[in-house]
């Protein structure tokens, strides 16, 4: 048994039966976990509050290849345990005990769309390494593709680095033009909007979006924004709350301070300058909390009504890149590329202030 980080780990007793039982029933414990938490195989531990012995979920070594000194962690947190830090304290203070054991390396399976396992992954100090397709079985009979998260003996165990922080108070937004993550429940609406003609030929490839791949890019918005890679926002107007468009930052060049956006708008709420706040919303905040040091943007050569958009949010033509993007039919088209920088931006916010 262990008592640290605000936690205790205890063998499980008769008298956690009926919490166990709530845990076992809650959805998202059997979503995310390919066995019941009362089972799992190795070495498991109930884990209970520091300051009383009420179960608050369970964490165990699943898979232990004593020959790799390796093995991968199971954790579990009952719904009325949540959002108070106990999962995160919990696998930090169970990892030190198993590296104590001789263990040089933990693993996490994690779903696509657990993005809240992500988060306490990186809290804990582990590092996400890549994707295991079907890593798990799922309760359908098939198999679901998983994230793998690590750490190693010699990790220092402090919270990982995230490219792509978290928006302040969960959204942006000037007043006109709101902006909050992609959620799942925006597929209707991100299905069609993509489907619009003018919307596709934008695309890379410019074909339509099936509905799979849709639901995947919604599903999977939170983990893609915790990896680093890309933060997807719905653009809402502000006034109504109506969903407008989208909009994307995409992390493409971290080594060389360089990110990319791009975005879509429905036709009724076009001409209204809204992309163009959502952009400068966008950029704002990129500037300030990703340390990028340049914001580029593509257009096709015919995209005349992109192009202006994105001068008026402060970027600058840079040039064209022949043949860069995938045509219709096989063919190749030209990119429009635009850049902004940081002082480009004050300037045009600036201009935009003095009218």
């Given at each position: 048994?262990?008592?640290?980080?605000?936690?205790?780990?205890?063998?499980?007793?008769?008298?956690?039966?009926?919490?166990?039982?709530?845990?076992?029933?809650?959805?998202?414990?059997?979503?995310?976990?390919?066995?019941?938490?009362?089972?799992?195989?190795?070495?498991?531990?109930?884990?209970?509050?520091?300051?009383?012995?009420?179960?608050?979920?369970?964490?165990?070594?699943?898979?232990?290849?004593?020959?790799?000194?390796?093995?991968?962690?199971?954790?579990?947190?009952?719904?009325?345990?949540?959002?108070?830090?106990?999962?995160?304290?919990?696998?930090?203070?169970?990892?030190?005990?198993?590296?104590?054991?001789?263990?040089?390396?933990?693993?996490?399976?994690?779903?696509?769309?657990?993005?809240?396992?992500?988060?306490?992954?990186?809290?804990?100090?582990?590092?996400?390494?890549?994707?295991?397709?079907?890593?798990?079985?799922?309760?359908?009979?098939?198999?679901?593709?998983?994230?793998?998260?690590?750490?190693?003996?010699?990790?220092?165990?402090?919270?990982?680095?995230?490219?792509?922080?978290?928006?302040?108070?969960?959204?942006?937004?000037?007043?006109v033009v709101t902006l909050r993550p992609l959620?799942?429940?925006?597929?209707?609406?991100?299905?069609?909007?993509?489907?619009?003609?003018?919307?596709?030929?934008?695309?890379?490839?410019?074909?339509?979006?099936?509905?799979?791949?849709?639901?995947?890019?919604?599903?999977?918005?939170?983990?893609?924004?915790?990896?680093?890679?890309?933060?997807?926002?719905?653009?809402?107007?502000?006034?109504?709350?109506?969903?407008?468009?989208?909009?994307?930052?995409?992390?493409?060049?971290?080594?060389?301070?360089?990110?990319?956006?791009?975005?879509?708008?429905?036709?009724?709420?076009?001409?209204?300058?809204?992309?163009?706040?959502?952009?400068?919303?966008?950029?704002?905040?990129?500037?300030?909390?990703?340390?990028?040091?340049?914001?580029?943007?593509?257009?096709?050569?015919?995209?005349?009504?992109?192009?202006?958009?994105?001068?008026?949010?402060?970027?600058?033509?840079?040039?064209?890149?022949?043949?860069?993007?995938?045509?219709?039919?096989?063919?190749?088209?030209?990119?429009?590329?635009f850049v902004l920088l940081a002082e480009d931006?004050?300037?045009?916010?600036?201009?935009?202030?003095?009218?």
């Open positions: 048994m262990n008592q640290d980080h605000g936690v205790r780990l205890r063998d499980y007793r008769p008298e956690d039966e009926k919490a166990l039982a709530e845990g076992v029933a809650d959805a998202q414990t059997r979503r995310f976990l390919p066995f019941s938490p009362s089972t799992a195989r190795g070495t498991a531990y109930a884990i209970s509050s520091g300051t009383s012995d009420e179960l608050m979920g369970g964490i165990g070594l699943d898979h232990v290849d004593a020959a790799r000194s390796q093995a991968t962690v199971s954790l579990w947190v009952g719904p009325w345990a949540r959002s108070r830090g106990i999962a995160t304290a919990a696998l930090r203070a169970f990892s030190e005990q198993a590296f104590g054991t001789g263990l040089q390396r933990l693993e996490l399976l994690i779903h696509w769309e657990n993005p809240i396992a992500q988060r306490v992954a990186l809290a804990a100090g582990y590092t996400r390494e890549g994707e295991r397709r079907g890593g798990l079985p799922n309760a359908s009979g098939g198999r679901d593709d998983v994230l793998v998260y690590a750490r190693l003996a010699g990790d220092s165990g402090e919270p990982g680095e995230r490219l792509i922080p978290d928006l302040p108070g969960g959204e942006l937004t000037d007043g959620v799942l429940d925006d597929l209707d609406f991100y299905h069609g909007l993509h489907l619009l003609p003018e919307v596709v030929a934008s695309r890379v490839p410019p074909e339509p979006p099936t509905a799979e791949e849709m639901r995947r890019r919604c599903e999977r918005a939170d983990a893609h924004w915790i990896g680093g890679s890309r933060a997807e926002l719905v653009i809402l107007d502000a006034a109504t709350g109506q969903r407008a468009g989208e909009i994307a930052f995409y992390y493409i060049e971290p080594m060389l301070g360089q990110a990319m956006i791009g975005y879509s708008m429905l036709p009724a709420f076009r001409g209204r300058g809204l992309v163009t706040r959502a952009a400068q919303l966008v950029a704002l905040w990129a500037f300030a909390e990703t340390g990028i040091a340049r914001l580029i943007a593509g257009t096709v050569r015919e995209n005349l009504g992109s192009q202006r958009v994105l001068e008026k949010a402060g970027f600058h033509r840079e040039g064209v890149m022949r043949s860069r993007l995938p045509g219709p039919a096989g063919t190749r088209v030209d990119d429009v590329q931006l004050l300037q045009q916010v600036s201009d935009d202030a003095t009218g």
